[in-house]
Protein backbone atom coordinates (compact mmCIF):
# COMPACT_ATOMS: atom_id res chain seq x y z
CA UNK A 1 0.00 0.00 0.00
CA UNK A 2 1.58 3.36 -1.10
CA UNK A 3 1.52 6.07 1.81
CA UNK A 4 3.26 9.14 2.37
CA UNK A 5 4.85 11.25 4.93
CA UNK A 6 4.68 14.47 4.14
CA UNK A 7 3.08 16.77 7.07
CA UNK A 8 0.32 18.36 5.11
CA UNK A 9 -2.37 20.91 6.14
CA UNK A 10 -4.48 19.58 3.32
CA UNK A 11 -4.69 17.24 0.23
CA UNK A 12 -2.25 17.29 -2.14
CA UNK A 13 -2.92 15.98 -5.60
CA UNK A 14 -0.56 15.52 -7.87
CA UNK A 15 -1.47 15.25 -11.71
CA UNK A 16 0.27 14.66 -15.15
CA UNK A 17 -2.15 14.60 -18.00
CA UNK A 18 -1.13 12.87 -21.36
CA UNK A 19 -2.96 15.59 -24.07
CA UNK A 20 -3.63 15.85 -27.97
CA UNK A 21 -0.77 18.31 -28.20
CA UNK A 22 0.85 20.86 -26.08
CA UNK A 23 -1.16 24.08 -26.93
CA UNK A 24 -2.82 24.68 -23.95
CA UNK A 25 -5.84 26.72 -24.41
CA UNK A 26 -6.51 24.22 -27.89
CA UNK A 27 -5.04 20.62 -26.86
CA UNK A 28 -7.55 18.58 -25.02
CA UNK A 29 -6.47 15.75 -22.30
CA UNK A 30 -6.60 12.12 -23.27
CA UNK A 31 -5.15 10.93 -19.99
CA UNK A 32 -4.75 11.81 -16.73
CA UNK A 33 -3.94 10.74 -13.24
CA UNK A 34 -4.39 12.33 -10.19
CA UNK A 35 -2.52 10.95 -6.71
CA UNK A 36 -4.03 12.33 -3.86
CA UNK A 37 -2.06 12.34 -0.96
CA UNK A 38 -4.34 12.79 2.22
CA UNK A 39 -3.41 14.78 5.84
CA UNK A 40 -3.68 11.62 7.15
CA UNK A 41 -1.16 9.82 5.11
CA UNK A 42 -3.25 7.57 2.69
CA UNK A 43 -2.86 7.69 -0.77
CA UNK A 44 -5.66 7.59 -3.27
CA UNK A 45 -4.70 7.24 -6.90
CA UNK A 46 -7.42 8.07 -10.02
CA UNK A 47 -6.75 6.96 -13.23
CA UNK A 48 -8.72 7.49 -16.33
CA UNK A 49 -8.59 7.55 -20.28
CA UNK A 50 -10.75 10.50 -22.01
CA UNK A 51 -12.04 11.02 -25.32
CA UNK A 52 -10.63 14.55 -26.20
CA UNK A 53 -13.24 14.86 -28.62
CA UNK A 54 -10.83 15.70 -31.33
CA UNK A 55 -8.29 13.75 -32.69
CA UNK A 56 -4.82 13.04 -31.65
CA UNK A 57 -2.13 13.91 -34.25
CA UNK A 58 0.22 10.67 -35.16
CA UNK A 59 3.98 12.73 -33.69
CA UNK A 60 1.60 13.31 -30.13
CA UNK A 61 0.31 9.40 -30.24
CA UNK A 62 3.65 8.39 -30.96
CA UNK A 63 5.29 9.99 -27.46
CA UNK A 64 2.56 8.98 -25.40
CA UNK A 65 1.38 6.06 -26.96
CA UNK A 66 -2.29 6.65 -27.22
CA UNK A 67 -3.88 6.23 -30.27
CA UNK A 68 -7.77 7.41 -31.07
CA UNK A 69 -8.71 3.79 -31.29
CA UNK A 70 -7.47 3.47 -27.71
CA UNK A 71 -10.33 6.07 -26.82
CA UNK A 72 -12.83 6.50 -28.56
CA UNK A 73 -15.25 4.12 -26.26
CA UNK A 74 -14.02 6.65 -23.19
CA UNK A 75 -15.99 9.34 -21.90
CA UNK A 76 -15.28 12.76 -22.16
CA UNK A 77 -14.06 15.17 -20.00
CA UNK A 78 -17.79 16.55 -19.58
CA UNK A 79 -18.70 13.49 -18.35
CA UNK A 80 -16.08 13.03 -16.03
CA UNK A 81 -15.52 16.86 -14.53
CA UNK A 82 -18.21 16.74 -12.01
CA UNK A 83 -16.69 13.96 -10.10
CA UNK A 84 -13.15 15.27 -10.46
CA UNK A 85 -13.91 18.15 -8.97
CA UNK A 86 -15.17 16.72 -6.35
CA UNK A 87 -11.58 14.51 -6.09
CA UNK A 88 -9.78 17.51 -6.16
CA UNK A 89 -11.85 19.25 -4.12
CA UNK A 90 -9.78 20.69 -0.98
CA UNK A 91 -6.76 20.08 -2.55
CA UNK A 92 -3.74 21.77 -3.50
CA UNK A 93 -2.24 21.02 -6.74
CA UNK A 94 1.21 19.79 -7.77
CA UNK A 95 3.47 18.13 -10.39
CA UNK A 96 6.18 18.51 -12.63
CA UNK A 97 6.06 21.48 -14.99
CA UNK A 98 2.52 21.31 -13.55
CA UNK A 99 2.42 25.56 -13.38
CA UNK A 100 3.09 25.89 -16.74
CA UNK A 101 1.04 22.79 -18.47
CA UNK A 102 -1.18 20.25 -16.59
CA UNK A 103 -2.78 23.24 -14.66
CA UNK A 104 -3.82 25.52 -17.43
CA UNK A 105 -4.81 22.41 -19.04
CA UNK A 106 -6.88 21.39 -16.66
CA UNK A 107 -8.15 24.41 -16.13
CA UNK A 108 -9.45 25.00 -19.48
CA UNK A 109 -11.04 21.71 -19.71
CA UNK A 110 -13.14 23.02 -16.59
CA UNK A 111 -13.82 26.60 -18.52
CA UNK A 112 -15.28 24.51 -21.70
CA UNK A 113 -17.76 22.66 -19.44
CA UNK A 114 -18.87 25.13 -17.03
CA UNK A 115 -17.11 28.02 -15.73
CA UNK A 116 -18.44 27.38 -11.99
CA UNK A 117 -17.42 23.85 -11.46
CA UNK A 118 -13.74 24.10 -10.77
CA UNK A 119 -12.03 26.95 -8.91
CA UNK A 120 -8.44 27.34 -8.70
CA UNK A 121 -8.89 29.96 -5.08
CA UNK A 122 -7.01 28.60 -2.03
CA UNK A 123 -4.86 26.31 -3.62
CA UNK A 124 -1.40 26.57 -3.73
CA UNK A 125 0.16 24.89 -6.31
CA UNK A 126 3.77 23.34 -6.56
CA UNK A 127 5.78 22.29 -9.52
CA UNK A 128 8.24 20.13 -8.83
CA UNK A 129 10.46 21.11 -12.15
CA UNK A 130 10.75 24.27 -10.65
CA UNK A 131 11.93 23.32 -7.58
CA UNK A 132 14.49 20.60 -9.10
CA UNK A 133 15.69 23.72 -11.42
CA UNK A 134 16.24 25.93 -8.06
CA UNK A 135 18.20 23.05 -6.63
CA UNK A 136 19.80 22.03 -9.60
CA UNK A 137 20.54 25.20 -12.07
CA UNK A 138 20.77 24.88 -15.50
CA UNK A 139 22.42 27.95 -16.34
CA UNK A 140 26.49 28.35 -17.99
CA UNK A 141 28.19 28.53 -14.59
CA UNK A 142 26.26 25.29 -13.76
CA UNK A 143 27.42 23.57 -16.75
CA UNK A 144 30.48 24.28 -16.71
CA UNK A 145 31.30 23.48 -13.14
CA UNK A 146 29.05 20.44 -13.90
CA UNK A 147 31.75 19.06 -17.12
CA UNK A 148 34.97 21.04 -16.22
CA UNK A 149 34.84 20.50 -12.76
CA UNK A 150 36.03 24.76 -12.23
CA UNK A 151 34.10 27.31 -11.31
CA UNK A 152 33.27 30.02 -14.08
CA UNK A 153 35.03 32.88 -13.39
CA UNK A 154 33.47 36.34 -14.84
CA UNK A 155 30.33 34.61 -15.51
CA UNK A 156 28.37 36.78 -18.01
CA UNK A 157 31.17 38.65 -19.63
CA UNK A 158 31.16 37.83 -22.82
CA UNK A 159 34.35 36.33 -23.68
CA UNK A 160 34.15 34.22 -19.99
CA UNK A 161 30.91 32.57 -21.25
CA UNK A 162 32.35 31.82 -24.92
CA UNK A 163 35.51 30.25 -23.57
CA UNK A 164 33.92 28.03 -21.13
CA UNK A 165 30.84 26.95 -23.36
CA UNK A 166 33.54 25.66 -26.10
CA UNK A 167 35.52 23.99 -23.44
Partial sequence: ?????LKLRKPLAVIDLE?????VARDRIVELCVVKANIDGSVD????RINPTIP?????????GIYD??????????????SLSEFLDGCDLAGFNSNRFDVPVLVE???RVDNDIFSMKNRKLIDAQRIFHL??????????KFYCDKPLENAHSAEADTIATLE
Fill in 56 to 64: IPLETSMIH
Fill in 19 to 23: TTGIN
Fill in 135 to 144: MEPRTLTAAY
Fill in 109 to 111: EFL
Fill in 69 to 82: EDIKDEPTFKQVAS
Fill in 45 to 48: IKTK
Fill in 1 to 5: MLTHS
